[in-house]
């Protein structure tokens, strides 16, 4: 247990070092730890092996051009991003209202024959149900989401 | 010792200057001022950037990915507690998306395609081994290993050694103390470690 947690000392001390973030009196408990165990020496030169190569595994720059437009990017996703909510509520409005016409107009309308009258009230009245229950499922799904708290 | 004394409270003095600033921006943008928005954007551009191709390793998604983060944030900047670092916060948003996204991937771009071999093989040559195969089996060793990591493992890497972050910067970023840093840091190099060496051969590194 006692080594266990000399060893994670040695560890956390290691990161330190290799990183250059150790202080003058946890840099002096370092080089006791490597000047007094092999082992730990050997350690610390692959962990400093390791650090070089990501350190120096940069990532391309981008084009200019990619930081001059950037901003612009995101501004057009904010505004495309509102107009279609308002797009999307105006387009739920005009759904609902031209429904709520038509089944009128079928049910008022004389001339419509009685089976043509009721395939179109099934017809509207399945969509109904299937709109609902989509609705409802999402909702469901959110609640039991496990990762509903991650930001989609 | 005067001298670095007056560097550092240089330093603090402009950090306090800059977060006052900040705060004032966030200020605005709260009131709906997309062109405050816009000095934040361009502010924390690069690095959000850079930190989302540390994840994802494609261009084109760490764009996207960003740029989305600072969309999500501009929607919910109201709820945002002007007393705290903004790229603290807006660091949340980002890696969640990132996360999410590395869930659902599998079949995205390869990883880490985006990454200058040209560094690795340099490093490659000066530790002798001149031989071009085992240059290109240790770069793609590298990013194999990379994206074969956790994203919680991926993320102290990107952090410490592709952006550069003090272990303080890192604590700040991720909300955790400093040795909670260090140990994550240890376990995510022990693991890339592991995997290089299966990948390539004992003692490599």
């Known amino acids: 247990m006692m080594m266990q947690s000399e060893k994670d000392r040695f ?18 408990e370092f080089e006791q730890f490597i000047n007094n165990t092999p082992e730990y020496q050997k350690e610390f030169k692959q962990y400093k092996k390791l650090k070089e190569v990501t350190t120096h595994m940069r990532p391309k720059s981008p084009p200019v051009e990619v930081w001059d437009t950037y901003w612009m990017m995101v501004y057009n996703k904010i505004e495309r991003g509102i107009g279609w909510l308002l797009f999307t509520i105006g387009s739920v409005i005009l759904l609902t209202y031209g429904g709520f016409k038509l089944v009128e107009s079928v049910v008022s309308n004389p001339d419509l024959l009685w089976i043509v009258k009721g395939g179109i009230l099934l017809l509207m009245g399945g969509l109904s149900v299937l709109l609902v229950s989509v609705i409802r499922e999402r909702m469901f799904t959110y609640k039991k989401d496990p990762y509903k708290e991650v930001i989609r | 010792m005067a001298a670095a004394d007056s560097i550092s409270t240089t330093n603090l ?13 966030i200020i605005k943008c ?6 405050a928005f816009g000095i934040l954007v361009k502010k924390y551009m690069q ?20 740029q989305e983060a600072f969309v999500k944030a501009f929607r919910a900047i109201k709820r945002f507690d002007v007393d705290k670092r903004f790229f603290t916060w807006y660091y949340q948003i980002l890696r969640n998306l990132c996360f999410n ?24 040559e000066d530790s002798a081994a001149s031989d071009d195969v085992e240059r290109e089996e240790l770069v793609s ?10 994203p919680k493992d991926q993320e102290i890497i990107v952090l410490k050694d592709f952006q550069d972050l003090s272990y303080k910067e890192i604590a700040e970023v991720l909300d955790c103390p400093i040795g909670t840093v ?8 022990a693991t890339l470690k592991t995997k290089l060496e299966r990948m390539l051969y004992d003692d490599a590194i």
Not at chain 1, 11 to 28: F, P, Q, V
């Open chain 2, 47 to 66: 690095r959000s950037y850079y930190i989302a191709l540390g994840f994802i390793g494609s261009h084109e998604n760490a764009l996207d990915l960003s």
């Open chain 2, 182 to 189: 260090m140990s994550r840091l240890y376990y995510a190099r």
């Open chain 2, 30 to 35: 709260q009131n709906g001022d997309k062109q």
């Open chain 2, 141 to 150: 060793a590298v990013r194999q290993a990379l994206s074969e990591l956790k």
């Open chain 2, 101 to 124: 996204f590395l869930r659902d991937r599998a079949k995205h771009a390869r990883p880490f395609s985006e990454f200058d071999d040209h560094e690795i093989n340099r490093i490659r």
């Open chain 1, 11 to 28: 560890h956390i001390l290691l990161m330190g070092a290799i990183d250059g973030e150790l202080s003058e009196n946890e840099n002096r």
């Open chain 2, 13 to 25: 003095s402009r950090q306090a200057f800059d977060f006052k600033e900040e705060k004032e921006t």
